[in-house]
């Protein structure tokens, strides 16, 4: 019986430890991030096995060059956008491969077509994400916080 309950505990405690690595970047972005600024625009505010909501681009975060992304190393893996402000609104600088040491940088991913950074969706109920799209089509601000080692998650976009 002792032998029972000790795995049950081991699973749950193993269970809650996965799902606190699998949020922790949204967390310690919501909780200890500051706060930026990002004009988004949308991509495709449906999707039949997830719901409705607003898929967005960042056209600041694009560093021109070959690749749409800016990123043409024909590497792929994590990378780093670091910003800086622009008027009311942080744009990308310059990405790099390696983590920065200091300054406000996203920590991305480029394993496929795009360079997505955890802040490509915005959810809505499904009567809402039409509207959103089309006032995000209108030129939209997201606010994002972003932590210290570059974790992003977006709070509000507004149209």
Do not use: N
Request: glycine share 10%.
């Amino acid at each position: 019986m002792i032998s029972m309950v000790r795995k049950v505990g081991v699973v749950s405690v193993t269970g809650l430890a996965l799902a606190a690595v699998a949020v922790y970047p949204q967390l310690s972005a919501r909780l200890t991030g500051e706060e930026i600024r990002l004009r988004v625009a949308p991509v495709d505010p449906i999707d039949p096995f997830r719901g409705a909501y607003v898929d967005l681009q960042y056209p600041d975060l694009r560093l021109g060059g070959p690749d749409p992304r800016g990123i043409d190393d024909g590497d792929s893996g994590d990378v780093y956008l670091t910003l800086r402000p622009k008027g009311d609104v942080w744009v990308a600088d310059s990405w790099t491969r390696t983590r920065p040491e200091d300054g406000t940088y996203l920590a991305c991913t480029d394993h496929t077509w795009r360079v997505r950074c955890g802040i490509e969706s915005w959810f809505l109920p499904q009567d809402e994400a039409a509207e959103m799209e089309e006032a995000v089509g209108d030129g939209a601000i997201a606010t994002v916080r972003v932590d210290d080692r570059g974790h992003a998650a977006l709070v509000d976009v507004e149209g």
